[in-house]
Nanobody, 120 residues
Framework: QVQLVESGGGSAQPGGSLRLSCSGSGFTLENYAVGWFRQAPGKEREGVSCISSRDGRTFYSESVKGRFTISRDNSGMTVSLQMNSLKTEDTAVYFC?????????????GGPGTQVTVSS
């Protein structure tokens, strides 16, 4: 069965850090643009970041630029999202997605999501 497997997340205080990871089960992420979307309670799902498959270009929403970093490991099998300087408004369910686009407005399909909660 082909699926995305997310790990990481949890709780942090404002100003803290968390790291999310995503890998593919039944397929490899190496050949796909991979990214992260998030959805907060009562809000629409929004694009956070995307990393291209060929040249490793990265794209970020304005709300996370300078605080979050997306990367692939050397094998290309795992994509991570390092989240620093977390804010309460970063609280959301974060979804790993494939075939995301540079303008972060669409993707092909995603994982089940992992909760990130930022509170003091």
């Amino acid at each position: 069965q082909v699926q995305l497997v997310e790990s990481g997340g949890g709780s942090a205080q404002p100003g803290g850090s968390l790291r999310l990871s995503c890998s593919g089960s039944g397929f490899t992420l190496e050949n796909y643009a991979v990214g992260w979307f998030r959805q907060a309670p009562g809000k629409e799902r929004e694009g956070v970041s995307c990393i291209s498959s060929r040249d490793g270009r990265t794209f970020y929403s304005e709300s996370v630029k300078g605080r979050f970093t997306i990367s692939r490991d050397n094998s290309g099998m795992t994509v991570s999202l390092q989240m620093n300087s977390l804010k309460t408004e970063d609280t959301a369910v974060y979804f790993c997605v494939v075939r995301c686009t540079a303008d972060l407005d669409m993707y092909d399909w995603g994982g089940p999501g992992t909760q990130v909660t930022v509170s003091s």
